[in-house]
């Protein structure tokens, strides 16, 4: 399983940047994706996830407090992607950001923890300059 995440750089506050991971040696629509986050110092912290498909093309999301209203996840199924849009950024998004997933049967639950998630990407780097 390869997670691959791609996106991040240096952005003033107040600006955006699209995070994307490419998901490969899993079964895609089987895993519920998230995005979780580490600065310097800090623990590693939730920020966004997404459920596998029910439904049609239905997904349930949740986010971070710190994030809501200025980051969106999102995926591609057909594509194996999971991307987070992040709008109005602040110096506190300052981290190194990884995309993680985990096997869930149940298609609209999703986890918050990292210890719920099995497979994590390498990480990509946002700095926001204030």
């Known amino acids: 399983v390869q997670l691959q995440a791609s996106g991040g750089g240096l952005v003033q506050a107040g600006g955006s940047l699209r995070l994307s991971c490419a998901a490969s040696?899993?079964?895609?629509?089987?895993?519920?994706m998230g995005w979780f986050r580490q600065a310097p110092g800090k623990e590693r912290e939730f920020v966004a996830a997404?459920?596998?498909?029910?439904?049609?093309?239905?997904?349930?999301?949740q986010y971070a407090d710190s994030v809501k209203g200025r980051f969106t996840i999102s995926r591609d199924n057909a594509k194996n992607t999971v991307a987070l849009q992040m709008n109005s950024l602040k110096s506190d998004d300052t981290a190194v950001y990884y995309c993680?997933?985990?096997?869930?049967?149940?298609?609209?639950?999703?986890?918050?923890?990292?210890?719920?998630?099995?497979?994590w990407g390498q990480g990509t780097l946002v700095t926001v300059s204030s």
């Open positions: 993680a997933s985990h096997y869930i049967r149940r298609a609209d639950l999703l986890q918050v923890t990292p210890s719920a998630y099995q497979y």
């Open positions: 040696g899993l079964t895609f629509n089987q895993h519920a």
């Open positions: 997404i459920s596998r498909a029910w439904g049609r093309d239905n997904f349930n999301t």
